[in-house]
């Protein structure tokens, strides 16, 4: 069966489409923010002589990596205010579950990059009178970072396609508008490629920026 294309239809709802790839945007940026804030937390917890941050870090970690971002957005908008007894804005539940999700897999790689760094120098460092805190804001830190970048990046640009999924629980992101405009025009497939293009037209640059970066990174090594 031939189908008959009808982009002119759909045209005219761009200013949706744009408007739905800003709220994306926000909610990468705000997510990526508080997630970094969120994973040196947890990174530092699970650092931590004392066990039960040790352990409040790593249960946190598991819960958000082992359960899929769907089910943790439908959890947190509709099950969470029943056990709290507090309505949720949707739109707060979806950059709270973001945040949480993309802080646990950030606490991960900042972790994984400060263990990388050889016990040696941390030996040396208090060989010269230098404090835990000094040895690891000096040395250990300026290390890591580098060595954690092109993860960091990568994770960062994979939070860019997890904001599709807030459109589960109605925030106006640009999967969500994509339906918006198929509900009016009647043409799925002419909507759902638009919001497919626009996706890789955010994200092929980039993740040939990230490409570009971690071969840069490798090279000054």
């Given at each position: 069966?031939?189908?008959?294309?009808?982009?002119?239809?759909?045209?005219?709802?761009?200013?949706?489409?744009?408007?739905?790839?800003?709220?994306?945007?926000?909610?990468?940026?705000?997510?990526?923010?508080?997630?970094?804030?969120?994973?040196?937390?947890?990174?530092?917890?699970?650092?931590?002589?004392?066990?039960?941050?040790?352990?409040?870090?790593?249960?946190?970690?598991?819960?958000?990596?082992?359960?899929?971002?769907?089910?943790?957005?439908?959890?947190?908008?509709?099950?969470?205010?029943?056990?709290i007894g507090v309505n949720?804005?949707?739109?707060?539940?979806?950059?709270?579950?973001?945040?949480?999700?993309?802080?646990?897999f950030y606490a991960e790689?900042?972790?994984?990059?400060?263990?990388?760094?050889?016990?040696?120098?941390?030996?040396?460092?208090?060989?010269?009178?230098?404090?835990?805190?000094?040895?690891?804001?000096?040395?250990?830190?300026?290390?890591?970072?580098?060595?954690?970048?092109?993860?960091?990046?990568?994770?960062?640009?994979?939070?860019?396609?997890?904001?599709?999924?807030?459109?589960?629980?109605?925030?106006?992101?640009?999967?969500?508008?994509?339906?918006?405009?198929?509900?009016?025009?009647?043409?799925?497939?002419?909507?759902?490629?638009?919001?497919?293009?626009?996706?890789?037209?955010?994200?092929?640059?980039?993740?040939?920026?990230?490409?570009?970066?971690?071969?840069?990174?490798?090279?000054?090594?």
């Amino acid at each position: 069966m031939q189908y008959n294309w009808d982009f002119h239809s759909v045209w005219q709802y761009r200013d949706l489409f744009l408007y739905g790839l800003g709220i994306s945007i926000v909610y990468t940026f705000g997510s990526i923010f508080f997630g970094v804030i969120l994973g040196f937390i947890t990174c530092a917890a699970r650092l931590s002589r004392f066990r039960v941050f040790n352990w409040i870090g790593r249960i946190y970690q598991e819960i958000f990596r082992c359960s899929p971002l769907l089910v943790q957005l439908l959890w947190f908008y509709y099950a969470f205010p029943l056990l709290i007894g507090v309505n949720i804005d949707n739109r707060f539940a979806a950059m709270l579950t973001l945040s949480l999700y993309v802080g646990a897999f950030y606490a991960e790689i900042f972790r994984g990059g400060i263990v990388s760094i050889d016990k040696g120098q941390r030996e040396a460092a208090a060989a010269i009178g230098m404090s835990p805190f000094q040895s690891m804001r000096r040395i250990i830190l300026p290390q890591a970072l580098k060595r954690v970048l092109p993860s960091f990046i990568n994770q960062s640009v994979i939070q860019f396609k997890n904001t599709s999924l807030v459109s589960v629980i109605s925030v106006a992101d640009l999967a969500y508008m994509a339906a918006v405009v198929n509900g009016q025009t009647y043409r799925p497939l002419e909507s759902y490629t638009v919001m497919a293009v626009l996706y890789i037209v955010v994200l092929l640059p980039l993740m040939q920026a990230a490409d570009w970066f971690e071969k840069r990174l490798r090279v000054s090594d």
